[in-house]
């Protein structure tokens, strides 16, 4: 598959210019052109979509099981067939190095489809024996159109997280990719075209949050909004969506906890840490950005560390020996350097890193060398404010109520991670972490089946396994009397 210079939507089967005539500048961030451009769409756009997805529901949601798992598992294996020219587009999109489109996204967005077309095949409901007078059994029904609303950082990975099990009950959907990083989801149209989905079970509308997301989310025809994004944002479209009463799933934002004890496994520890701190440039809601080491492993901990962190290679996404990309894009490089420069106006001492970089080559590129802080107060706004860079602090406790009370301070609750090997103690402090996801001696290690999603501002709602194929049905009691 090859990625044409305009995007256009997909609505009811087929690829549409906006109705504006209107086009948004999609840039490369390793280069930093323009090198497509995507519908910047409006309400008369979502309008069409919502319209086709509602002439499509009554066969969709009737047709069976069997031949949803058919069409979803063809889609995927479109995707699979094709990864190579996914890959590129996704690197070329977000700025991500290629080795992690090929090894992590878009094989996850392929094994997210197959997943929710094996599930709705054993996805079962309740019944209740009253004896000697009534049963009652659970019937589960798709919603209807429901919106799904997906964020820059794992384009096509997040983008099929939602659509998959919404299609797999029975819904059909209106979709928004980010605008920043539409590609892959017009690829996907392209794939759902050549796999016969039905017109308007899926339209994917391209264009601003503040246009075409907000259309969606107001349109009263869509019953519910899976939506992935900043917490501020969900904010904003639980304002408008609960009077209406729409069904919500929001996973927002992380400031994650990184808790290592000092005897943990220390190779194992400082080779996922690396990662936990810099995979996909720190741009990833899960990433461990606030890193809590015991006061007698510190000074080892932080040398060896800063040591790894400096050997990291900041370059062209497209060559094999990059560790880190671009940034997706050059308002958000302002973002992330700010905030290392508040770093350093709160008293933070920047160990490596810091800066912007040059690659050669991309020279225009949106790229940030991985940075390392210590000497932070845990309640500073940097320690408080999600960052969502390649930038980590680093902070010393003593006594596992001392980190608890660090880890716990902010706002946020998505996830955590513990390094020890004495398992009374895992288990003592993840029972006591404000954390949706806790991982112990790991870290981003993800079975499809678990639920996933944040306490406190970093969501609502649990997305993956059943919690996802719940969210997209509505249950109905139905009572036999003998």
């Given amino acids: 598959?090859?990625?044409?210079?305009?995007?256009?939507?997909?609505?009811?089967?087929?690829?549409?210019?906006?109705?504006?005539?209107?086009?948004?500048?999609?840039?490369?961030?390793?280069?930093g052109e323009v090198y497509s451009k995507i519908p910047d769409s409006d309400d008369r756009d979502v309008l069409r979509a919502v319209k086709g997805a509602e002439r499509a529901f009554p066969?969709?949601?009737?047709?069976?099981?069997?031949?949803?798992?058919?069409?979803?598992?063809?889609?995927?294996?479109i995707i699979e067939q094709n990864l190579e020219s996914f890959a590129k587009a996704e690197t070329t999109d977000s700025g991500k190095?290629?080795?992690?489109s090929r090894s992590i996204d878009i094989p996850r967005a392929h094994s997210n489809l197959r997943f929710f077309a094996t599930a709705i095949l054993h996805f079962a409901s309740e019944s209740h024996y009253m004896e000697r007078e009534a049963i009652n059994y659970t019937l589960r029904r798709p919603i209807g159109t429901v919106g799904c609303i997906s964020p820059w950082n794992l384009p096509l990975y997040l983008f099929t997280w939602k659509i998959a099990p919404a299609l797999a009950s029975g819904n059909c959907v209106v979709a928004k990719p980010s605008e920043i990083t539409p590609m892959t989801a017009y690829l996907l149209s392209r794939a759902c075209k050549e796999a016969g989905l039905p017109a308007g079970v899926l339209n994917v509308v391209h264009g601003y949050g503040h246009k075409a997301g907000q259309a969606i989310v107001e349109h009263p025809s869509v019953k519910a909004i899976s939506f992935t994004g900043g917490t501020e944002t969900g904010r904003k479209i639980a304002e408008i969506a609960a009077p209406k009463f729409k069904k919500l799933s929001l996973e927002l934002g992380g400031k994650n906890p990184n808790i290592i004890f000092a005897d943990c496994d220390f190779e194992k520890m400082m080779t996922t840490t690396i990662r936990s701190s810099f995979s996909n440039q720190g741009q990833i809601c899960l990433s461990g950005s606030r890193i809590f080491i015991e006061k007698h492993l510190y000074t080892v901990f932080r040398d060896e560390f800063v040591k790894r962190v400096k050997n990291l290679t900041v370059g062209n996404p497209f060559s094999d020996k990059t560790d880190l990309g671009a940034v997706v894009s050059s308002a958000h490089q302002s973002k992330v350097l700010n905030a290392i420069d508040l770093a350093r106006e709160?008293?933070?001492?920047?160990?490596?890193?810091?800066?912007?970089?040059?690659?050669?080559?991309?020279?225009?590129?949106?790229?940030?060398?991985?940075?390392?802080?210590?000497?932070?107060?845990?309640h500073c706004r940097t320690n408080q404010t999600e960052i969502f860079g390649p930038v980590v602090t680093l902070i010393p406790f003593e006594t596992e109520e001392e980190v608890l009370a660090y880890a716990n301070s902010t706002e946020y609750g998505l996830s955590a991670t513990i390094w020890t090997q004495n398992?009374?103690?895992?288990?003592?402090?993840?029972?006591?972490?404000?954390?949706?996801i806790v991982w112990i001696n790991t870290w981003l290690t993800r079975d499809l089946r678990t639920p996933f999603g944040g306490m406190k501002?970093?969501?609502?709602?649990?997305?993956?396994?059943?919690?996802?194929?719940?969210?997209?049905?509505?249950p109905k009691n139905v009572c036999i009397h003998f």
């Fill in 1 to 31: 598959m090859k990625f044409d210079e305009n995007i256009r939507n997909y609505i009811y089967g087929e690829m549409e210019p906006p109705i504006s005539g209107e086009y948004i500048d999609n840039y490369n961030p390793a280069t």
């Fill in 59 to 77: 066969a969709w949601s009737n047709c069976g099981v069997k031949k949803r798992f058919r069409i979803l598992t063809r889609i995927a294996d």
């Fill in 97 to 100: 190095p290629i080795a992690l």
């Fill in 346 to 378: 709160e008293g933070g001492q920047i160990l490596c890193g810091g800066n912007a970089v040059k690659v050669p080559k991309c020279e225009k590129g949106y790229f940030i060398q991985p940075t390392v802080i210590e000497g932070l107060d845990a």
């Fill in 423 to 436: 398992i009374s103690r895992a288990q003592r402090v993840a029972d006591k972490l404000d954390a949706g």
């Fill in 457 to 474: 501002n970093s969501g609502t709602g649990r997305e993956g396994g059943w919690e996802a194929l719940r969210f997209f049905t509505e």
